[in-house]
């Protein structure tokens, strides 16, 4: 693991591979080790980043600062840091949310997005927990209270397993997501609430991904949504499409919110298959500049 200092918070990042850089981003709870089972399908052709988000895993833990404006931040100054853009971005959840807001902001920095179970206002709100949402949004100083008390608890390892049942689908049940020991250590992690609750209290300010319509400089994206999904609602995953208008999506039966654990080859697959269509849309529009200019 290799660190990047984003300020002064450490981000600590699995680094491997050769060919054009694809940055792996996690949902809110867990860590880079999401990745580890389509990682080997990547690695022999694309130069792989798989990090540990501000909050999360072995990286930094601050009492705030967990805003998705500052995740995009430290995109930026990582990618202009190492020089890598344009980039490739595979995210899942909040780590989606992070890629879709970098891209708005700055589409020349990527070349094509990956988008699994993308973390929005709506999305949430119509999952499971979105009851979370509402009372933060309907009673702040009694939410804020609550998050203060929930923010001290470290998550006993014997309950683990229930809070991954909950993520998993059909598929990650009968892989046994729900008992793996390097996913179930990513919720007993200190401070680990403390991180959730950041971020959950910042969603109203996800809600512009809602409404964003990509324009014709916006990179080539495609979403991936585990059918089963109960923390985000796939319902509203379809008509968020419908405003992003994605080159390509995929609806995985039986799959849930860790969906790259849960059905590994058919994601890397997808994953690849994508990523080198991205490649095909650069040197495409590489050369219609050419032409232009000429």
Same mark, same amino acid.
């Given at each position: 693991m290799k660190t990047f200092y984003f300020g002064e918070w450490p981000i600590r990042y699995r680094h491997a591979g050769k060919g054009p850089p694809v940055l792996l981003l996690h949902n809110g709870g867990t860590s880079h080790v999401i990745w580890r089972e389509i990682w080997p399908y990547l690695a022999d052709d694309y130069e792989l980043f798989a990090f540990d988000l501000l909050g999360y895993g072995d990286s930094a833990k601050p009492e705030s600062g967990y805003e998705i404006d500052r995740y995009i931040d430290f995109l930026i100054e990582f990618i202009e840091h190492h !020089?890598?853009?344009?980039?490739? @971005?595979? $995210?899942?959840?909040? $780590? /989606?949310?992070?890629s879709l807001g970098l891209a708005a902001r700055r589409p020349q920095m990527v070349r094509s997005l990956v988008l699994m179970n993308p973390l929005t206002e709506a999305t949430f709100l119509a999952g499971m927990l979105g009851l979370t949402l509402r009372l933060r949004q309907r009673a702040p100083g009694? /939410? !804020?209270? *609550?998050? !203060? %008390? @929930? $923010? +001290? *608890? +470290? %998550?006993?390892? @014997?309950f683990t397993p229930l809070v991954l049942r909950f993520q998993i689908g059909a598929h990650g049940k009968s892989r046994k997501v729900h008992r793996d020991p390097q996913v179930r250590s990513c919720f007993t992690v200190p401070g680990l609430m403390n991180s959730l609750l950041g971020v959950l209290d910042d969603l109203s300010n996800y809600g512009y991904l809602d409404r964003l319509e990509p324009g014709a400089d916006f990179p080539p994206l495609c979403t991936v949504w585990g059918r089963q999904n109960k923390i985000l609602s796939p319902k509203v995953g379809r008509k968020l499409n419908e405003t992003l208008k994605p080159q390509r999506q995929e609806w995985l039966e039986g799959c849930g919110h860790l969906l790259m654990l849960e059905q590994p080859e058919e994601v890397a697959f997808i994953v690849r298959e994508f990523l080198g269509e991205g490649e095909h849309h650069e040197k495409k529009m590489l050369s219609q500049n050419k032409e232009v200019l000429s």
């Open positions: !020089r890598l853009a344009p980039v490739s @971005l595979v $995210g899942n959840c909040m $780590g /989606s949310a992070m009694f /939410s !804020r209270a *609550i998050y !203060r %008390v @929930l $923010g +001290r *608890i +470290r %998550v006993p390892a @014997l």
